[in-house]
T-cell receptor, first 118, second 112 residues
């Protein structure tokens, strides 16, 4: 089954304790991205990657790091979490295409990771 | 800069009534437009997408959306609401390239 898998789904941690949220996709997608979802703000992009070893900042990258050493994996790292990073996080992937075809720019999302930082 | 505005953070309809969720976008180039749906405790799923092939786009579960360039709108409709349609709906715009900008979302409530 084609899917994006995130772990953990739920996590409660304390300020300053480093954590990593993993993301893996089995669709051989070039593009991967992390979003955070907060009430009233929709989804805001944190970081994205167009391919292996190619990453770039989204709209709200402060306090986060990512890496893309393999095509299928795109972990999100919080080096020193703070309470304002309490949120629902989504990983998404998509097929890179310059054609305006049926698959163009369609994102497949993981089930989400709810993070609470105390 | 591209942006998406969804009018109404909450919409409530009766079962069997028309569903209308409004979305306006701004984009400097002809965009891809999407509606995604999020059911409780799940990730977002694609409902439908516009990629310039036809202005009226049909999606899953009886939903459709019409692209109106003159109004810069991409409103989502369904003739008859079902209880299972209760969810949060996100309009999104994607110019050329992969950057996707999401609206703030509209939560749909369906009353029996």
């Amino acid at each position: 089954e084609a899917q994006v898998t995130q772990n953990p789904r739920y996590l409660i941690t304390v300020t300053g304790k480093k954590l990593t949220v993993t993301c893996s996709q089995n669709m051989n997608h070039e593009y991967m991205s992390w979003y955070r979802q907060d009430p009233g703000l929709g989804l805001r992009q944190i970081y994205y990657s167009m391919n292996v070893e190619v990453t770039d900042k989204g709209d709200v990258p402060e306090g986060y790091k990512v890496s893309r050493k393999e095509k299928r994996n795109f972990p999100l790292i919080l080096e020193s979490p703070s309470p304002n990073q309490t949120s629902l996080y989504f990983c998404a992937s998509g097929r890179d295409t310059l054609k305006r075809d049926s698959g163009a720019n369609v994102l497949t999302f993981g089930a989400g990771s709810r993070l609470t930082v105390l | 800069a591209q942006s998406v505005t969804q009018l109404g953070s909450h919409v409530s309809v009766s079962e069997g009534a028309l569903v209308l969720l409004r979305c306006n976008y701004s984009s400097s180039v002809p965009p891809y437009l999407f509606w995604y749906v999020q059911y409780p405790n799940q990730g977002l799923q694609l409902l439908l997408k516009y990629t310039s092939a036809a202005t009226l786009v049909k999606g899953i579960n009886g939903f459709e959306a019409e692209f109106k360039k003159s109004e810069t709108s991409f409103h989502l409709t369904k003739p008859s609401a079902h209880m299972s349609d209760a969810a949060e709906y996100f309009c999104a715009v994607s110019p050329l390239g992969f950057k996707t900008i999401f609206g703030a979302g509209t939560r749909l409530f369906v009353k029996a």
